[in-house]
Structures are given as C-alpha cells and as structure tokens.
C-alpha cells in the first residue's frame, strides 16, 4: 500500500500545479468570461458547484486500465434542472471487461449513480456553493466486474469561484460504503471520504481546458487509497454541445492505472 506520507506528497504536488495553472490563467484575456454552468469537470461531475442550464445529455465512450479488470464502456449521463438552481442526474452504462488471471470476465450494465444538488448561487462574490447526496445503486453486473453488488451513499459539498479568466473549484464528502462482492469475490466496505479540486481554463468563447484531482481513502476493506490526477478540453464544437475528451492517471494502487474518456455533451 502507499503511505499516508507518500499520498500527502503526490496531492501537494498535484496541488501545487494546479495553483500553477490558476496563476497562468490571469495573464488570459478569453473572447467571454467563464461562466458557472457551460463547462463542466469529469471526474466530478455530480458533485461540482455547477447545475445544468435546463438539461444536460452526454454518451460517452470510457476505457479504464485496471491491474485487476480493464474495462471499455458506453455510458449516458443525464442532468435536469427541473427546479431553479437544483439539479437532478444519473450515470449508468453498458460494458465489457477484460480480466486478469482467473477473474471471470464478460458484458454486462454497470452501476446506476443517481444524484441531487441544490446550488448557492453568488453567496460569495463570484462564487458558488453546492450542497447534494448521491445513491449508487447496484444494477451492474458483479461477475464481470462491472458492478459492487452493494449500496452505496454519499453527502458532499462544493464550491466554485469564477473570474473572467479562470474558474476554480473544491471537493469535500463523505460516502458509507455497503458490503458487496466483485467477480465472485465478497468484499468488506469501509466508510470513506473524498477531496478534490478543479481548474477550468477558457481558451476562447468555444476551446476550455480542464484540469482535476481527486482523492478518496479506502472504500473496502484492505484496499488503498484513490488518487488520481485528469486533463481534458471542452469544445464547443458546433450546436448546442460540446465534444470533450481527458486523460487520467492513478496515482495509488487503489486507483486505475488510467482512465480515457471521449464524449459528445448536448445542452439545452
């Protein structure tokens, strides 16, 4: 396993470019200002201090490189803000995994992440806060891989401050992990919490640059930490959409060993 000492070490560092990043980004002079909803994170999705305009559809294609399962899935990710300033979402795919040694492997739905946020809009000058819950609910396929078997609950806060220049935001949760089992094995959850932050840098009205990291100790018992860190860009190509891409890559045993995610996002 890595040592908390090592971990604290890799999410300084992480820290410290993003901060690098945050202080390029002043120098910009992006053709809009960065607004609160038009671009969004990947790795934190649900959780982040932004709300769907009206409604958000996204397909997406997702590869994982695991030391245990490698994985290549469609994904849908819907979000809904049906009241002013809540948000409303859910993620669930469809894949198929390719195990190692004598792990079964095969095709199968995954998961079904269902969330709820309310946003606190302009508390602080230019910046935003976001209260929610989110439910894992166990409709994946366990024996490939592609699920937990098990319930999982999460109570998070976030915030997000924008400037004309660059959009910066902050993670914190808590999540209670139920017992399940994976390719045939049962497993101990563990209860977890889980830090993160973001930078968005708009590169002109249509071009953002997106970079992430997050952390989450232990969701079962005898695993490790994960921590990894992404980099994406949001194009805002044609229509009312987006085509988005990242890279991301584990930084502890207990996270992939990398992640590419390649999307088409439709906002109305």
């Given at each position: 396993?890595?040592?908390?000492?090592?971990?604290?070490?890799?999410?300084?560092?992480?820290?410290?470019?993003?901060?690098?990043?945050?202080?390029?980004?002043?120098?910009?002079?992006?053709?809009?200002?960065?607004t609160s909803g038009a671009d969004r994170s990947f790795l934190m999705f649900a959780q982040e201090a932004?709300?769907?305009?009206?409604?958000?559809?996204?397909?997406?294609?997702?590869?994982?490189?695991?030391?245990?399962?490698?994985?290549?899935?469609?994904?849908?990710?819907?979000?809904?803000?049906?009241?002013?300033?809540v948000e409303l979402g859910g993620r669930v795919g469809f894949g198929n995994t390719d195990a190692s040694?004598?792990?079964?492997?095969?095709?199968?739905?995954?998961?079904?992440?269902?969330?709820?946020?309310?946003?606190?809009?302009?508390?602080?000058?230019?910046?935003?806060?976001?209260?929610?819950?989110?439910?894992?609910?166990?409709?994946?396929?366990?024996?490939?891989?592609?699920?937990?078997?098990?319930?999982?609950?999460?109570?998070?806060?976030?915030?997000?401050?924008?400037?004309?220049?660059?959009?910066?935001?902050?993670?914190?949760?808590?999540?209670?992990?139920?017992?399940?089992?994976?390719?045939?094995?049962?497993?101990?959850?563990?209860?977890?919490?889980?830090?993160?932050?973001?930078?968005?840098?708009?590169?002109?009205?249509?071009?953002?640059?997106?970079?992430?990291?997050?952390?989450?100790?232990?969701?079962?018992?005898?695993?490790?930490?994960?921590?990894?860190?992404?980099?994406?860009?949001?194009?805002?190509?044609?229509?009312?959409?987006?085509?988005?891409?990242?890279?991301?890559?584990?930084?502890?045993?207990?996270?992939?060993?990398?992640?590419?995610?390649?999307?088409?996002?439709?906002?109305?």
């Amino acid at each position: 396993m890595t040592s908390p000492r090592r971990s604290l070490s890799r999410i300084l560092t992480l820290a410290l470019l993003l901060g690098g990043l945050s202080t390029a980004a002043w120098s910009q002079d992006p053709a809009t200002p960065a607004t609160s909803g038009a671009d969004r994170s990947f790795l934190m999705f649900a959780q982040e201090a932004a709300v769907a305009n009206t409604q958000w559809w996204e397909g997406q294609l997702l590869y994982t490189d695991d030391s245990t399962f490698d994985t290549l899935e469609a994904r849908l990710v819907a979000a809904f803000q049906f009241w002013k300033n809540v948000e409303l979402g859910g993620r669930v795919g469809f894949g198929n995994t390719d195990a190692s040694g004598t792990l079964p492997d095969g095709t199968g739905a995954t998961d079904l992440d269902v969330w709820g946020k309310y946003l606190f809009a302009g508390v602080a000058q230019d910046t935003d806060f976001v209260a929610g819950a989110l439910v894992t609910v166990p409709t994946g396929d366990d024996t490939s891989g592609l699920g937990h078997n098990a319930w999982d609950l999460e109570a998070f806060g976030s915030v997000r401050y924008r400037t004309p220049q660059v959009i910066i935001g902050g993670l914190f949760g808590f999540s209670m992990n139920g017992d399940g089992e994976i390719g045939g094995a049962s497993f101990s959850g563990k209860n977890s919490f889980f830090l993160g932050g973001s930078v968005i840098l708009p590169a002109s009205d249509r071009l953002s640059f997106v970079g992430e990291i997050k952390m989450e100790t232990e969701r079962i018992e005898g695993s490790d930490e994960d921590l990894r860190a992404l980099a994406g860009i949001d194009w805002r190509a044609f229509g009312p959409g987006s085509l988005r891409g990242a890279a991301a890559f584990g930084l502890t045993d207990g996270a992939p060993n990398f992640q590419l995610t390649l999307a088409y996002a439709a906002t109305f």
